[in-house]
T-cell receptor, first 112, second 113 residues
Framework: ELKVEQNPLFLSMQEGKNYTIYCNYS?????LYWYRQDPGKSLESLFV?????AVKQEGRLMASLDTKARLSTLHITAAVHDLSATYFC????????????FGTGTRLTIIP | NAGVTQTPKFQVLKTGQSMTLQCAQD?????MSWYRQDPGMGLRLIHY???????DQGEVPNGYNVSRSTTEDFPLRLLSAAPSQTSVYFC????????????FGSGTRLTVV
């Protein structure tokens, strides 16, 4: 059974600081997703990571994937208040399978 | 394109009642899924479909039925509602191909009393 663990669960950080959210998963997979969710809202797709060493960046967010370590990171650079949200990683359980397992999410609060 | 449309947005049911949560997408996406989101537990997959006429169970399928008669629609049926089914339900869809992520609907907040 695929297990996905995110840490930290809660993160409060000051504007302008850098931080990293970690996503560990337990079995091999061909896809890892990062999503953002604002309170009371739907999920917004941020990144899809496919291969070992993959790195994607959008604005102040950068995601990377290490398939050997079964670890993905979401790095936040010079945080701004607008990045306050809950961030989820999700992993596909087998190659070509559509069964996604989500992490429990990291609630990020950026303090001015 | 309207994207992924879920109805209703809010619903209160009594224990034992049945209902159908509607999900429609106008993007010609073959893959569709239903998730439930509970506090502190992330999202859990209920059922999914890789095309019309094809459905499969996810992590928490008990108490729910689905069918996929068209590419556009993927309704979720609660057979006999229980308080444990109180949750926020999200429908999502995507095109085949590894590089594409899921587009999520706005959710249905269901309360079973």
């Amino acid at each position: 059974e695929l297990k996905v663990e995110q840490n930290p669960l809660f993160l409060s950080m000051q504007e302008g600081k850098n931080y990293t959210i970690y996503c560990n998963y337990s079995t091999t997979s061909d896809r890892l997703y990062w999503y953002r969710q604002d309170p009371g809202k739907s999920l917004e797709s941020l990144f899809v990571l496919l291969s070992n060493g993959a790195v994607k960046q959008e604005g102040r967010l950068m995601a990377s994937l290490d398939t050997k370590a079964r670890l993905s990171t979401l790095h936040i650079t010079a945080a701004v208040h607008d990045l306050s949200a809950t961030y989820f990683c999700a992993v596909a359980s087998n190659f070509g399978n559509e069964k996604l397992t989500f992490g429990t999410g990291t609630r990020l609060t950026i303090i001015p | 394109n309207a994207g992924v449309t879920q109805t209703p947005k809010f619903q209160v049911l009594k224990t034992g009642q049945s209902m159908t949560l509607q999900c429609a997408q106008d993007m010609n996406h073959e893959y569709m899924s239903w998730y439930r989101q509970d506090p502190g537990m992330g999202l859990r997959l209920i059922h999914y479909s890789v095309g019309a006429g094809i459905t499969d169970q996810g992590e928490v399928p008990n108490g729910y039925n689905v069918s996929r008669s068209t590419t556009e629609d993927f309704p979720l049926r609660l057979l006999s509602a229980a308080p444990s089914q109180t949750s926020v339900y999200f429908c999502a869809s995507r095109v085949p191909g590894q590089t594409y992520g899921y587009t999520f609907g706005s959710g249905t907040r269901l309360t079973v009393v």
